[in-house]
Each structure stands twice: as C-alpha cells, then as structure tokens.
C-alpha cells in the first residue's frame, strides 16, 4: 500500500513559480515510477509529467516541456514537480500518481493522492 500526500499548491501570478512535493509512504517507494496530472474546472484529467524509479528518465507532453521539471529523492520518498514560467491555463488541480511502470494516461494508476490547487493568475 502506498500513501500519497501532494503539497506546495498556491495561487501565483503568471510568469512565477511553484514547487509542488508529493510525499510517499512505504518502503517501496523506490520501486515505483511517479507521475503528475492535473484536472481544470470543467476539463478532463491531463497528464503533466512523469519520471522512472531511478529518476533517469522523464516524460513531459508538449504543453509544460521546458518549463515543468519533475524529479524525486528516493531517500525522502518524495517526488517534485517544479513549475516555471506558469500561465493562467495551468491552473488546475495537481494530483500524483504511483505505478509499478510509466503511466502517461489518466487511467488505470495504482495510487493517487487528493491533490493539491495551483491557481495562476493573469
């Protein structure tokens, strides 16, 4: 069983920054791949981001690359997602996912956590 607990939302103007932390519970937490996706008023679930167990490989779709870096410290148990450049069209929910391989649609995760909101305003 893994626990996951999203942190760092917060209202930013456009141009700033945010981190958002997800921390794990379990000891497995390593041998998971890690994903973030976010979900808008009124919109479907989006895939944002994800990364390997080691941390060597990372995905992006095209509306973050460049701006969005997502990374974890698997000593901490804990995933990042570091967000720059942020527009108003990224405010949404930001929820973290846990899966035994990558997992870019919004379906079928092993793990979520509740979310954490991340408004960006003009």
């Known amino acids: 069983q893994v626990q996951l607990v999203e942190s760092g939302g917060g209202l930013v103007q456009a141009g700033g920054s945010l981190r958002l932390s997800c921390a794990a519970s379990?000891?497995?937490?390593?041998?998971?791949?890690m994903g973030w996706f976010r979900q808008a008023p009124g919109k479907e679930r989006e895939f944002v981001a994800a990364?390997?167990?080691?941390?060597?490989?990372?995905y992006y779709p095209h509306s973050v690359k460049g701006r969005f870096t997502i990374s974890r410290d698997n000593a901490k148990n804990t995933v990042y997602l570091q967000m720059n450049s942020l527009k108003p069209e990224d405010t949404a929910v930001y929820y973290c996912?846990?899966?035994?391989?990558?997992?870019?649609?919004?379906?079928?995760?092993?793990?979520w956590g509740q979310g954490t909101q991340v408004t960006v305003s003009a």
């Open positions: 996912t846990a899966d035994r391989a990558i997992v870019t649609a919004s379906a079928g995760h092993e793990y």
């Open positions: 379990g000891r497995t937490f390593s041998s998971y791949a």
């Open positions: 990364i390997n167990w080691s941390g060597t490989n990372t």
